[in-house]
Each structure stands twice: as C-alpha cells, then as structure tokens.
C-alpha cells in the first residue's frame, strides 16, 4: 500500500520554472536579510565560539598558551575555566577559524550559524507533516511559512542562545533530522549523517534508539560508519588526542560543567535542582531514563507506523536530551520541531479536543522557552533584574526546571496521541 499521508490537502502539481525560480529567490532573500539583521545582535565574541577558536589555534600552533587539545582550560571567564570537551573531529570541523583573528573568526561563525538556522527551518518545513505536503511546492505558502517560521524560531531561546554562544546545535539537529526525519529513511547511505554529528558531539549516537527500535540495521550500520570516518579521519591528523579522548576524556564528565547548573535541563539536572540527596540522583536518573526511552521507542514506533517519522526523530531527540548526564539550555534547538510535531495527524478532521490540546502545550513552550530558565524564574519570584546565574534559592532553581517539565509533557503527547493514519513499512 502506498505510504499515508498525513495531511489533508492534496498533492499539489510541479511549479513552473518561473515560480520555482522566484520562490527560490525569495528563500534566499529572506535568509539574507535574517543573517543580516541576526548578525548584528551581538559584537563579543560567544564563550563556546572562544573555545573553538583557541582549539583551532592549537592546530595551528598559535595557541599562546597551550600546544595540547584537551588541555584543563583554554579559555577563562571569571572563576570558570573552558576546555574544550568535544571529540578530535570537532577541532578539525573548527581548524578554518585558527587562521583568523577573533573578531574575523567570530564575524564568519555568526553569518554561517545564521544561515543554519535558515537551513534548519527549511528541513523542519519540508519534513514535518503539517508542512511537507506543499513546502517547496507552492511558492506563496512556502515563502509565507518559511518567514514565519524564521521568526518562531528566533523567538525560541535555545536557537538565539546557541547563536551567541557561537554552538553546533543547529548544525547537529540539520544532520540528524536530515538523515533520519524522510519518510524513505533507511535505504543507503542512512544513518551517515547521523553518525558524523556523533563524532562531532557524542551525544547524538543517542539518536541510535530511532532506527533500533524500527530494526533499521542498515541504519545503524551507516550511523557506525559515520563515527568511524570521523574518528579514523581525526587519528590521522591527531592521533595522541583521539587515544587520549576516548580512553579518558570522554568519560571525564566533570569537565563539561556542573550538573546541578539551572543551565542543566535533563533529568539528572533536574533531580538536582529539586535538593534530592546525592545518593538517590543516580538511581533515580538512572530509573526515570529507562522510564523516558521506554515512552520514547513506544511514540517512535507508533509515529513511524503512522507514516510520521518526522515525529518519531522529534521523540528521539527528547529522549537523547533527556537523558543525557547534562543538556544545556542552548543544546534544546529540538523544541522547534517539536512545536511543528504538535499538529494533529489530519488537521481538517482532527476533533476540538486534540487541537486544544496542541494548542496549549505549543502556547506552553513558547512561554516557557522564551528565555533563560533562571531570569524567568527569578522574574517570576519577583526580581525584575535578574540576570543569568548558574545557582540560587532552592526555589528558583525548582522553578527553573519548568521548561523541561513542559517539554516533557509535549513529548508525552506527541509519542501517545491518537494516531489516523494507514501504517507504512516501519
């Protein structure tokens, strides 16, 4: 049987070459001016983007402090040292920006993670249900959402955050939802890009739950390949630091930050910053994540059945955020297709009660992912000058754990709500 379709309207026929040239023109034109006007919010330099730069300098031999990759710190902001914590694939991705001053260096990473966001927009539009029916294919609503769009996503305090920390998470969630998000996933070639944002940042080989739970092997075949090439890749320019990451580095945790940050929005975060005793976080975060990938390969494969694998990703990044020992605030970029995973299978035909339901958890994590978990909670307290802080009283930082409470619930809804459509091959 043919794959469901999930959306209502009708297939609409082929653009003429006008209008796929003129849509075009405008796609381009509205990135344009969003990387133009985005790249002047903020002169200084990101935090993290000083991290890459100083890697990228060791490279180059002109770090003038260290010649070593995972030295203890290579950056320092106050009281707190940065080192660099990603594997040796990442300092080479990096290794362009070494040959540039600071300003230069940071200048270019502004203008190319604008234009990710750009491109990350456009993958959430042509894959999601709502969307991918018409997306690329009527020009009027296709410009029409893809400006929207842009600025929903700029309204979402993890994309606009990643963007002046000078992240990857937006590079990282394009691979994987990509790779993973088509409906004729799991053919050759599957998996790959998957696997290059794993030797990126390890955290996405999470993402190995999806085709493990639809018995995609292909697929985890190309996700293993994908590491590889990475990781064979760096041992050839850095074979000391590649020994050294993944036989000490990548299980040095502590290196990446405190756990108990208000900035921690993953379980084990979570549990921290509700005052549990430190002997129960462990078994509890431990416990509620076996609980999390359970949920989450159940809405995966019903999403994947319903002919929604744009779902089934979604579901897969909340549970990798979830569980993993921290998810920073900024490392959240997955709320914006999750607001998209929110629509109901049909729209026309969904009842009142499914779209109110949509409704209110898309208004809550507009809310909610508006801005930094600790200036909102402290807002809410009452301090109206609040600023980002890492700690506080017990009360702002139960109260920051709020956005991801809400995430979870969204992620609860989309992996168990009515599902209408006809099931396609898994």
């Given at each position: ?13 082929a ?7 003129l ?18 919010q ?12 100083r ?6 031999g ?15 902001a ?15 991705l ?24 750009g ?49 990857i ?15 004729r ?7 790959v ?5 794993a ?16 018995g995609r ?7 293993v ?13 850095l074979p000391?630091e ?6 000490h ?30 002997a129960l976080?462990t ?14 390969g159940?809405?995966?494969r ?24 921290i ?36 208004l ?7 801005d ?6 402290a ?7 609040a ?5 506080g ?6 109260l ?7 995430s ?18 898994a």
């Open positions: 049987m043919p794959p469901a379709v999930l959306a209502d309207e009708s297939s609409p026929s653009p003429s070459v006008l209008q796929r040239l849509m075009w023109a405008g796609l381009l034109i509205f990135t344009a001016v969003f990387i133009l006007v985005v790249h002047s903020r002169e200084a330099p990101g935090l993290d983007m000083q991290v890459y730069w890697a990228a300098q060791i490279l180059h002109q770090n003038p402090t260290t010649d070593y990759l995972y030295a203890p710190s290579l950056v320092e106050g009281k707190i040292e940065l080192p660099f914590t990603y594997p040796p694939a990442a300092a080479i990096f290794h362009p920006l070494g040959a540039m001053s600071l300003e230069s260096a940071w200048s270019v990473l502004k203008a190319v993670n604008a234009g990710l966001i491109v990350f927009v456009g993958v959430v539009l042509r894959l999601a249900p709502i969307s991918r029916g018409w997306f690329l294919l009527r020009p009027v609503p296709t410009l029409l959402a893809y400006a929207t769009a842009l600025g929903l996503a700029w309204h979402l305090y993890p994309v606009w955050f990643t963007f002046i920390f000078g992240q998470n937006v590079l990282l969630a394009v691979l994987i939802l990509a790779d993973l998000g088509r409906r996933s799991g053919g050759a070639g599957s998996g890009l998957t696997g290059l944002a030797g990126l940042k390890i955290t996405p080989a999470a993402m190995g739950l999806v085709p493990l739970v639809l092997w292909q697929t985890i075949i190309g996700m390949l994908g590491v590889l090439i990475t990781v064979l890749g760096a041992a050839v320019v000391r590649v020994l050294d990451y993944f036989t580095q990548l299980f040095s945790t502590d290196r990446v930050g405190d756990a108990g940050r208000i900035s921690n929005q993953s379980l084990n975060g979570m549990l921290h910053l509700w005052g549990l005793p430190d976080v078994p509890l975060w431990l416990l509620l994540s076996v609980a999390v990938i359970m949920l989450g159940l809405g995966i019903r999403a994947a059945r319903a002919g929604d694998p744009f779902s089934a990703v979604v579901l897969g990044a909340l549970v990798m955020l979830l569980i993993s020992p998810s920073w605030e900024h490392h959240w970029v997955w709320v914006l297709p999750l607001l998209f995973a929110l629509v109901p299978d049909r729209p026309r035909s969904a009842p009142p009660a499914e779209w109110a339901a949509a409704a209110v958890l898309a809550m994590i507009l809310v909610a992912f508006s930094n978990p600790s200036v909102m909670a807002e809410y307290l009452g301090d109206r000058g600023d980002v802080v890492f700690n009283p017990p009360a702002l930082e139960r920051g754990t709020v956005p991801l409470l809400v979870m619930a969204a992620g609860a809804w989309v992996a168990l709500r009515p599902r209408r459509a006809s099931a396609e091959d």
